[in-house]
């Protein structure tokens, strides 16, 4: 990948599914780049923060079985009736992917729910339906997240995390680096792409791809 991707704040409204908010993060130009980089037809793409279904949707459109977790039945519903086989989309708890995913996974693909280190009482991965949100624990299980992630993932396969750094009034939350260094506990990070927007999306600073690799044994 490109070090830098110019994308525009026109294609994400533009692209995004009738029927969903503003929770969706993905151009599907962009996730149809990186499908395109780090799988091949027939491989399997893995979405464990399934959301809207950006990435499950245009993976399966590239040839690729897409499957996919979504704590939210609603939205995990959603993404079943965007894909001809909604079979491998589960309504569960990421934080259960051992569970609920089998390998081998060619590639994760990702937008994980947001945090900021401050002023922050609901907990992402709660879906945002709980007020008990702390940033470091939010972080430790992020980590286990794709730890789990890695221990499905074949050799040399990929995870592509898009992550930004969250700007408030008060401070720059960096998140993205603090995700990175998080995630390469278990994956090495091979790349980083900043994704240079047209317009400034609200509340993000840096915005990025980080590109992790699980070594070949
Ligand atoms: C930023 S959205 C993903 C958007 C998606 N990339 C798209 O473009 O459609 C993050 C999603 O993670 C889900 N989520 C939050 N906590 C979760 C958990 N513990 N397990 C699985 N999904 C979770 C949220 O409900 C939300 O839909």
Redesign the pocket.
Known sequence: MKPWLQLKIADLVGQRPAG?DH????TESLVEDIVAEYSSPSDVVL?????????LVVAERMGRVAIG????DS?AGFVRSRLANPAQVVT????RLKDLVQGPVDLCL?????MTAVDHPQN????YQTLDGDYGRYLDEMGDIFRQVADVLRPGGHVVI?VANLATQAAITPLAWDMARTVSSHLTLRHEVFLCWDQQPAGISGDYCLVFQRPTE
């Open positions: 969903s929770d969706v993060h993905f979405d464990p923060f399934a959301g809207y279904g950006t990435t977790v979504e704590m939210l939205r569960g708890d990421a934080r990702t937008s994980p729910p947001y992402p991965l709660n879906a898009n």
